[in-house]
């Protein structure tokens, strides 16, 4: 064999030795990036297959009452939801036509018990006659069903888009989060089509997606942001005050006269903030309102590639007086999601501590081994312990004697703050809020409540509902 040949027997295997060599790259970058995403298409029929074999895992409230079940037999389950309206955001749907939502779709592969190789679901099937490897992992919320169904019926009977939430301050457990208008998560294939067409967001989780104008409960934020930096809280109230060219009145035309905070909070006193927010500028603000995380993204359990708990924003840096003065009373580019504002009460009920929500307790195996279980965790020290009890005692005298009367209970001592963001230019279609906690001496829940595009002031609609749930909860949790 002469030299001629040998090089091109060698060409020949560098060829073949570098084809080898492209596959073996192309295969790994295939397994490690693009693996996962043909696995989950909905044109991958054998993966579809893969999962209709499986028993979907349950879903529970805090008290251990099934919300969410499968039955029937192996390739034909069926999905049945015991609370099918009052937990159309929060269970969600799984379908096979529609695909899935709410925890059905955060917690997919738990459910699916995916969250585990195979191998490892079959070795345990292997050494454990009781396990099997083809039936998923049950979900455990933090939930009160109680609560939610109570929630769902205020909000139904008042007939408007709202929401409603409800937090233990101390924790960040989320006991009820309800979006109003909803669908029947029994029948949503059939009435999918029909839900879609009619546009009434009734898919729409509100209570977390929402980004609203905040209206008085802003002044929470602003208040916090007095006292921490330490600015005079004397002044002398004429009805109006002048903000870079724009004049800013209370409402009904009202003038206080001397007042300090503690007053401007109790009645809401519009032209007392308009003067601080000068006084204090937008950085200061600005740097109040980010620890309270304004501005920032918050993990939480029912985010998903299509859902977040959108990012409640303030949008300080270009702010001029005009601006920051609108800002300080909830009226200019600020927006808040109702659970982030149940966070804010809880700041202001918790010392000052703002606690991650979270509406899964654990996740367990069928062998009733805890898979995941979540410990409460402290997300920041929003201000401190001493400016949240300040606080506090204002939105006392909110509900005592101001604004937040009609939320006023006997039986225990409310602490909050109505709202009222103008949506018209005649300012008569208001987003109506109240933010609050109880019992004011030690903690045990914190509400969000708003109403939108409605006539009524916070005062008017959102405070009666909120003392309601406040009262119902209350009762529900000291049985």
Request: hydrophobic share 40%; aromatic share 10%.
């Given at each position: 064999?002469?030299?001629?040949?040998?090089?091109?027997?060698?060409?020949l295997?560098?060829?073949?030795?570098?084809?080898?060599?492209?596959?073996?790259?192309?295969?790994?970058?295939?397994?490690?990036?693009?693996?996962?995403?043909?696995?989950e298409h909905?044109?991958?029929?054998?993966?579809?297959l893969?999962?209709?074999?499986?028993?979907?895992?349950?879903?529970?409230?805090n008290k251990?009452?099934?919300?969410a079940?499968?039955?029937?037999?192996?390739?034909?389950?069926q999905?049945?939801?015991?609370?099918?309206?009052s937990?159309?955001?929060?269970?969600?749907?799984?379908?096979?036509v529609?695909?899935?939502?709410?925890?059905?779709?955060?917690?997919?592969?738990?459910?699916?018990?995916?969250?585990?190789?195979?191998i490892?679901?079959?070795?345990?099937?292997?050494?454990?006659?009781d396990?099997?490897?083809?039936?998923?992992?049950?979900?455990?919320?933090?939930?009160?069903?109680?609560?939610?169904?109570?929630?769902?019926q205020l909000?139904?009977?008042?007939?408007?888009?709202?929401?409603i939430?409800?937090?233990?301050?101390?924790?960040?457990?989320?006991?009820?989060?309800?979006?109003?208008?909803d669908f029947n998560?029994?029948?949503?294939?059939?009435?999918?089509?029909?839900?879609?067409?009619?546009?009434?967001?009734?898919?729409?989780?509100?209570?977390?997606?929402g980004?609203?104008?905040?209206?008085?409960i802003q002044?929470?934020?602003?208040?916090?942001?007095?006292i921490?930096?330490?600015?005079?809280?004397?002044?002398?109230?004429?009805?109006?005050?002048?903000?870079?060219?724009?004049?800013?009145?209370?409402a009904?035309?009202k003038?206080?006269?001397k007042?300090d905070?503690?007053?401007?909070?109790?009645?809401?006193?519009?032209?007392?903030?308009?003067?601080k927010?000068?006084?204090?500028?937008?950085?200061?603000?600005?740097?109040?309102?980010?620890?309270?995380?304004?501005n920032?993204?918050?993990?939480?359990?029912?985010?998903?590639?299509?859902?977040k708990?959108?990012?409640?924003?303030?949008?300080?840096?270009?702010?001029?007086?005009?601006?920051?003065?609108?800002?300080s009373?909830?009226?200019?580019?600020?927006?808040?999601?109702?659970?982030?504002?149940?966070?804010?009460?809880?700041?202001?009920?918790?010392?000052?501590?703002?606690?991650?929500?979270?509406?899964?307790?654990?996740?367990?195996?069928?062998d009733?081994e805890e898979?995941?279980?979540?410990?409460?965790?402290?997300?920041?020290?929003?201000?401190?312990?001493e400016?949240?009890?300040?606080?506090?005692?204002?939105m006392?005298?909110s509900?005592?004697?101001g604004?937040s009367?009609?939320?006023?209970?006997?039986?225990?001592?409310?602490a909050?703050?109505?709202?009222?963001?103008?949506?018209?230019?005649?300012?008569?279609i208001?987003?109506?809020?109240?933010?609050g906690?109880?019992?004011?001496d030690?903690?045990?829940?914190?509400?969000?409540?708003?109403?939108?595009?409605?006539e009524?002031?916070?005062?008017?609609?959102?405070?009666?509902i909120?003392?309601?749930?406040?009262?119902?909860?209350?009762?529900?949790?000291?049985?």
């Amino acid at each position: 064999m002469n030299i001629k040949e040998n090089r091109k027997i060698l060409i020949l295997l560098v060829f073949l030795i570098a084809l080898f060599i492209s596959l073996i790259i192309y295969l790994s970058y295939f397994t490690i990036f693009k693996a996962p995403n043909i696995v989950e298409h909905p044109a991958n029929k054998r993966e579809a297959l893969k999962i209709a074999q499986i028993k979907r895992g349950n879903i529970y409230d805090n008290k251990g009452e099934i919300l969410a079940y499968s039955d029937g037999e192996k390739y034909k389950y069926q999905r049945h939801y015991n609370y099918p309206y009052s937990y159309a955001h929060v269970v969600g749907y799984s379908n096979k036509v529609r695909g899935n939502s709410g925890i059905e779709s955060s917690y997919n592969r738990y459910l699916l018990g995916k969250n585990e190789p195979d191998i490892v679901r079959s070795f345990k099937a292997f050494f454990k006659s009781d396990y099997d490897k083809d039936t998923g992992d049950s979900i455990y919320l933090t939930t009160n069903t109680a609560i939610q169904e109570r929630s769902r019926q205020l909000l139904e009977e008042v007939g408007e888009k709202a929401a409603i939430v409800v937090m233990n301050p101390k924790t960040g457990e989320v006991l009820s989060l309800v979006s109003y208008p909803d669908f029947n998560l029994e029948t949503i294939e059939r009435d999918y089509a029909a839900i879609v067409e009619k546009n009434e967001g009734s898919f729409y989780n509100s209570a977390m997606q929402g980004g609203f104008t905040p209206g008085s409960i802003q002044k929470i934020v602003s208040a916090a942001s007095i006292i921490e930096n330490g600015i005079d809280q004397s002044y002398e109230d004429t009805g109006e005050e002048d903000a870079g060219g724009y004049p800013i009145k209370n409402a009904g035309g009202k003038t206080y006269g001397k007042i300090d905070l503690n007053d401007a909070i109790t009645f809401s006193v519009n032209t007392y903030f308009a003067n601080k927010a000068v006084v204090l500028g937008q950085e200061k603000m600005g740097e109040t309102a980010e620890k309270f995380l304004f501005n920032k993204d918050i993990d939480f359990d029912l985010n998903t590639t299509n859902v977040k708990f959108s990012k409640s924003k303030f949008n300080y840096q270009s702010w001029d007086k005009q601006a920051l003065a609108a800002a300080s009373i909830g009226q200019a580019d600020v927006t808040v999601t109702p659970l982030h504002m149940a966070m804010i009460a809880s700041t202001i009920a918790n010392d000052g501590k703002m606690m991650k929500p979270y509406i899964v307790s654990k996740v367990v195996g069928q062998d009733g081994e805890e898979v995941m279980t979540r410990q409460p965790e402290m997300l920041v020290q929003s201000v401190s312990k001493e400016t949240a009890n300040q606080i506090k005692d204002m939105m006392i005298n909110s509900v005592n004697r101001g604004t937040s009367k009609a939320a006023r209970l006997r039986s225990f001592q409310i602490a909050g703050k109505t709202g009222t963001a103008e949506r018209s230019k005649e300012k008569t279609i208001n987003n109506a809020w109240f933010v609050g906690f109880a019992p004011a001496d030690d903690p045990q829940i914190a509400v969000a409540v708003i109403v939108e595009n409605v006539e009524y002031l916070g005062g008017e609609i959102a405070a009666p509902i909120a003392k309601d749930i406040i009262r119902f909860s209350l009762n529900e949790l000291n049985k």
